[in-house]
């Protein structure tokens, strides 16, 4: 009931691609689903969170698809870059505050 | 401009030899968090203060101890460090523990080696 389960963990597109990495969840009281991403030796940074109240958000190449019935969410990188290559890590937050965090998804973006 | 800062950012110590992390943070959050990070995982909570209530996770050893003498400095002690600790030890703020749109902040990390 508190995992959450990161698919795929790990992905290789071309520059410009659309990188998709997908999460899902169980407990319907998670509240709060952000995505970081993390480069080698760094701490993880947030990078775009949403609340399940909305099917999706965007912010700038980076978009969060949420979907509340099937209990998925994912994230989308447009036009990605080499610059872009780096672990990915969706979470998502319990009640008591805890965020719950996925397997992590190691992206590589050719040039 | 760091708000999370970290120190040090490299540690080498040996089997057995104490060794403490120290966290400190600008945003005068209420909530301070130590992870820990091995390599291709994800972050593992170790524990968290709410202000000064400290809250350990059921499966943290006791080998790991932390302190927060105020509200921007938390300190992670590493009793007798063995070779199955050498991680990168991450730690994370935020404002408050269950505010809706709340976010925890990441500091870059301490990667401690074990010889």
């Known amino acids: 009931q508190q995992q959450v389960k990161q698919s795929p963990q790990s992905l290789i597109v071309q520059k410009g691609g659309i990188p998709i990495i997908n999460c899902a969840y169980e407990?319907?009281?998670?509240?709060?689903f952000p995505w970081y991403q993390q480069f080698p030796g760094k701490g993880p940074a947030l990078l775009i969170a949403?609340?399940?109240?909305?099917s999706e958000k965007k912010e700038g190449r980076f978009t969060i698809s949420f979907n509340k019935s099937a209990k998925q969410f994912s994230l989308h990188i447009m036009d990605s870059q080499p610059g872009d290559s780096a672990t990915y890590f969706c979470a998502a937050r319990n009640q008591g505050g805890k965020l719950i965090f996925g397997q992590g998804t190691e992206l590589s973006v050719k040039p | 401009d760091a708000m999370v800062i970290q120190n040090p950012r490299y540690q080498v110590t040996q089997f057995g030899k104490p060794v403490t992390l120290s966290c400190s943070q600008t945003l005068n959050h209420n909530v301070m968090y130590w992870y820990q990070q091995k390599s291709s995982q994800a972050p593992k909570l170790l524990f968290h203060y709410y202000d000064k209530d400290f809250n350990n996770e059921a499966d943290t050893p006791d080998n790991f101890q932390s302190r927060r003498p105020n509200t921007s400095f938390c300190f992670l002690d590493i009793r007798s460090p063995g070779l199955g600790d050498a991680a990168m030890y991450l730690c994370?703020?935020?404002?408050?523990?269950?505010?809706?749109?709340?976010?925890?902040?990441f500091g870059p990390g301490t990667r401690l080696t074990v010889l």
């Open positions: 994370a703020t935020s404002r408050e523990s269950s505010r809706r749109t709340d976010t925890q902040y």
């Open positions: 407990n319907t009281a998670f509240d709060y």
């Open positions: 949403i609340r399940p109240d909305v």
